[in-house]
């Protein structure tokens, strides 16, 4: 027998198993290790072209937005958000903009806060942002002060819109709240 076999003879057939075991797993991550390794991999989507000034578009164009949700300007945040079918811009319909409004209207937020922006490609970016209800007025101070939402900025001929999120941006997908 092999030297690494060598002390085979003497054990348990426990740990014989076990050794026979662990040597074959040990061989089968090997080979199928290197036979991964030949593979070509696929060349990912197109990226976009980004500069500073595309961050500063959407940023500005979120701050317009929070400033007339501040004001309770509804009408003016509504006409900011458009709906995008089929790589075209268009209006929301009316039972959306009523969902909306009547979303718009019963959160009364101190302010609107910047959470995060995932630029992926010029239609799938995604701006999480937060309505902050109060402030809190001590570091162990529990109380959830936030609620969250998301945006979709999209670039269309050189021009950043803002447009709806669905639920698959809000990747709440696998959340155990939403499935009572």
Same mark, same amino acid.
């Given at each position: 027998m092999a030297p690494l076999f060598k002390n085979l003879e003497n054990m348990t057939l426990k740990k014989r198993v076990l050794a026979v075991s662990s040597v074959t797993l040990l061989l089968l991550c090997l080979f199928t290790g290197c036979k991964d390794r030949n593979k070509v991999e696929a060349t990912p989507e197109e990226s976009?072209?980004?500069?500073? %000034?595309?961050?500063?578009?959407?940023?500005?164009?979120?701050?317009?937005?929070?400033?007339?949700?501040?004001?309770?300007?509804?009408?003016?945040?509504?006409?900011?958000?458009?709906?995008?079918?089929?790589?075209?811009?268009?209006?929301?319909?009316?039972?959306?903009?009523?969902?909306?409004?009547?979303?718009?209207?019963?959160?009364?937020?101190?302010?609107?806060?910047?959470?995060?922006?995932?630029?992926?490609?010029?239609?799938?970016?995604?701006?999480?942002?937060? %309505?902050?209800?109060?402030?809190k007025e001590s570091s162990d101070d529990n109380r959830p002060n936030k609620m969250f939402y998301a945006i979709k900025p999209v670039r269309i001929n050189g021009e950043w819109h803002l447009t709806v999120a669905d639920d698959n941006d809000m990747n709440t997908r696998d959340s155990k709240i939403d499935k009572f």
């Open positions: 976009m072209t980004l500069s500073a %000034a595309d961050t500063t578009q959407v940023v500005d164009l979120m701050n317009r937005y929070f400033d007339l949700l501040v004001n309770k300007d509804f009408d003016g945040a509504m006409s900011m958000v458009s709906q995008l079918r089929n790589d075209s811009l268009v209006e929301m319909d009316s039972d959306m903009q009523k969902h909306y409004q009547m979303g718009m209207k019963i959160v009364s937020p101190i302010r609107y806060q910047l959470e995060s922006i995932i630029f992926r490609t010029e239609s799938d970016c995604l701006i999480r942002y937060s %309505a902050v209800l109060f402030d």
